[in-house]
């Protein structure tokens, strides 16, 4: 029997692989884009024991949810650190107060259920870094072809209204 192109099997998607430094180190399967769903974002995530997946960042424009499916974690919401382990399902609304990032602190790899808005434009702001993101075209997670404005830029890299328009 074929398949709808909607319905899609994680065994029939591949990883995709992204690794930064000594701290940072995650793979993923973008269920969502292979079911051709672009409004909903769903990845099937893994931290390696002792990684994180991104750096600490909240999206003014896009809501995001995690199921943990298996492994130990730490889901840094702010200021505050949160242990989080199967079953634990975390609701992330736009907004700086849900400053988030997920670290692998246990022993095996760490595997959750990525779910997401797929809203453009989106300002995804790094607090820890000081940077923000820009996201037009594609919303983050979306098809990197898609976007017509992808910049990270220092915050304090401001510049007046008129500056350049003379």
């Known amino acids: 029997m074929n398949r709808p192109s909607n319905v899609v099997n994680v065994d029939a ?3 995709e692989d992204s690794k930064r430094g000594m701290r940072y180190e ?19 995530t893994e931290v390696p024991p002792g ?3 991104w750096p600490l960042h909240y999206h003014t424009a896009n809501e995001e949810a995690v199921f943990v499916l298996g492994g130990a ?10 242990p989080i382990g199967p079953g634990d399902y975390v609701a992330l609304p736009a907004g700086n107060e849900h400053a988030h990032q997920i670290v692998n602190s246990g022993a095996v790899p760490l595997r ?14 790094y607090p820890d870094s000081g940077k923000v993101g820009l996201f037009v ?14 910049s990270f830029l220092p915050i304090k890299s401001a510049v007046d209204y008129w500056e350049g328009e003379d």
């Open 13 to 15: 998607i591949g990883w």
């Open 26 to 44: 995650v793979r993923r399967k973008r269920l969502a884009m292979a079911a051709g769903a672009p409004k909903l974002g769903c990845s099937l």
């Open 51 to 53: 990684k994180r997946a």
């Open 73 to 82: 974690g730490m889901l840094r919401l702010g200021d505050k650190e949160v």
């Open 112 to 125: 959750y259920l990525s779910i997401s808005t797929m809203n453009e434009p989106d300002v995804t702001v």
């Open 137 to 150: 075209g594609s919303a983050p997670g979306g098809n990197p072809a898609q976007r017509t404005l992808y």
